[in-house]
């Protein structure tokens, strides 16, 4: 079946730093990919998505890229800043399946941005 | 703010008992999921309906249903409580036709006692 592996965290950097968080996927079809960032007591907000491959989704200072050859969506920002810390969630569907538009997540990554 | 509405935000229960949580869409959106958020399992599909109509299943137990109604709210319905269901449980909604992506409602907390 379809799964995302992200990497573990926490995630802690100082401000300004430079951000990285990993993410693969496992998939039968032709993926849609998102990244979904959870703020403290608050439900899941799309961050981007990307729904080809080499498609690049971007929004608030965040990017990641569609890469089939590594089955991958690595997300990154250039300068984090304090507001950015929260929970980071890749996910995907499937669009092969056309039953189905269910939303397969990552563990999550927490990310701790210091002053 | 994203459009989709849960509630209640908190429930607190005793184990065996039975709840109800209550989602309604964005305005125009057809399908609704259920996902249940917990520390042990982290975001899991639960069910999805579409127009009413029951369209793809998860990891939902037996334990627990939903439906979706004329007017496109969802609610599901968890039944026999035990002290693992206590969880997050958010409510998503997406359009018929704008590709796959989901708006999240804010949550309902679970915690069975």
């Known amino acids: 079946g379809d799964s995302v592996t992200q990497m573990e965290g926490p995630v802690t950097l100082s401000e300004e730093a430079f951000l990285t968080i990993n993410c693969t996927y496992t998939a039968t079809g032709y993926p849609s990919l998102f990244w979904y960032v959870q703020y403290p007591g608050e439900g899941l907000q799309l961050l981007l998505k990307a729904t080809k491959a080499d498609d690049k989704g971007s929004n608030k200072g965040f990017e990641a890229t569609y890469r089939k050859e590594t089955t991958s969506f690595h997300l990154e920002k250039g300068s984090v800043q304090v507001s950015d810390s929260a929970v980071y969630f890749c996910a995907l569907t499937d669009i092969m399946d056309t039953g189905r538009r269910a939303l397969t997540f990552g563990s999550g990554t927490r990310l701790q941005v210091q002053p | 703010d994203s459009g989709v509405t849960q509630t209640p935000k908190h429930l607190i229960t005793a184990t065996g008992q039975r709840v109800t949580l209550r989602c309604s869409p964005r305005s125009g959106d057809l399908s609704v999921y259920w996902y249940q958020q917990s520390l042990d399992q982290g975001l899991q599909f639960l069910i999805q309906?579409?127009?009413?109509?029951?369209?793809a299943k998860g990891n939902i137990l037996e334990r627990f249903s939903a439906q979706q109604f004329p007017d496109l709210h969802s609610e599901l319905n968890l039944s026999s409580l035990e002290l693992g269901d206590s969880a997050l449980y958010f409510c998503a909604s997406s359009p018929a036709t704008l590709g796959h992506e989901q708006f999240f409602g804010p949550g309902t907390r679970l915690t069975v006692l």
């Open positions: 309906y579409y127009n009413g109509e029951e369209r």
